[in-house]
């Protein structure tokens, strides 16, 4: 099962990867980090396909994409 996780203080929340997301499993959350920056957060559930287009479009390398092999 595919995993995102978001670099936090890297994340200027700029929503690229909200937006290429084709599962929208990406949301900019409410929480802030140390620039105050509103940082994005990945959803709860398993929605992620593992594509990393989220982790292709990001400006600021803030997002990792992780994939089990087979």
């Known amino acids: 099962m595919p995993k995102v996780t978001v670099i936090k ?17 990406l949301a900019l959350g409410k929480k802030f980090n140390a620039s105050g920056y509103a ?13 990393a287009i989220c982790a292709e479009l990001c400006p ?7 994939k089990e092999e087979r």
Do not use: E
């Open 39 to 51: 940082y994005a957060q990945p959803g709860k559930d398993s929605q992620c396909l593992g594509c």
């Open 9 to 25: 203080d890297r994340c200027k929340g700029c929503g690229l990867c909200v937006l290429s997301c084709p599962k929208h499993h």
């Open 60 to 66: 600021d390398i803030a997002i990792r994409v992780y």
